[in-house]
């Protein structure tokens, strides 16, 4: 019998029924291990505030928070807060109304102060 060099049998009896269990279970596991990981990833971006520490009710400070809080954003964590008005020593009910306004943006709202500072409210 001849045959020629370059064909190539394709008629032979074969059987790939196993290769589709074995692409199943291989791309299963590799979706449980991304839904793991990314699951993992997604509960500390969505259900997790960021504090900005503690203030001293100055204009430096109020300046401070406001890039924080653009920073914060672009990385992709909404909840950031910090202290109204101040937290350490007192501050004027003006830059605490200016504090609000600015603070109005904040995802949380959280009006704290030193238990020795002057308490301004927001009513």
């Known amino acids: ?13 074969s059987n790939f029924y196993s290769m589709k269990h074995y692409s199943f279970t291989f791309k299963s596991l590799v979706m449980f291990a991304i839904k793991s990981h990314n699951s993992k990833n997604e509960c500390l971006s969505t259900y997790i505030t960021y504090w ?37 020593g007192n501050t004027t ?10 603070e109005a943006f904040y995802a949380v709202f959280w009006n704290h102060n030193a238990t020795r500072a002057i308490s301004y409210e927001s009513y």
């Not at 019998?1 to 009896?13: A, E, P, Q, T, V």
């Not at 809080?69 to 101040?86: A, H, L």
């Not at 009910?93 to 600015?102: A, L």
């Open 52 to 88: 900005t520490d503690n203030n001293k009710a100055t204009l430096e400070d109020l300046k401070y928070f406001i890039v924080s809080i653009i920073n914060f954003g672009m990385f992709g964590k909404p909840m950031v807060y910090t202290d109204i008005c101040r937290f350490v």
């Open 1 to 13: 019998m001849l045959f020629d060099k370059l064909w190539i049998g394709m008629n032979k009896m």
């Open 93 to 102: 009910e003006q830059f605490c109304s200016r504090w609000m306004q600015i």
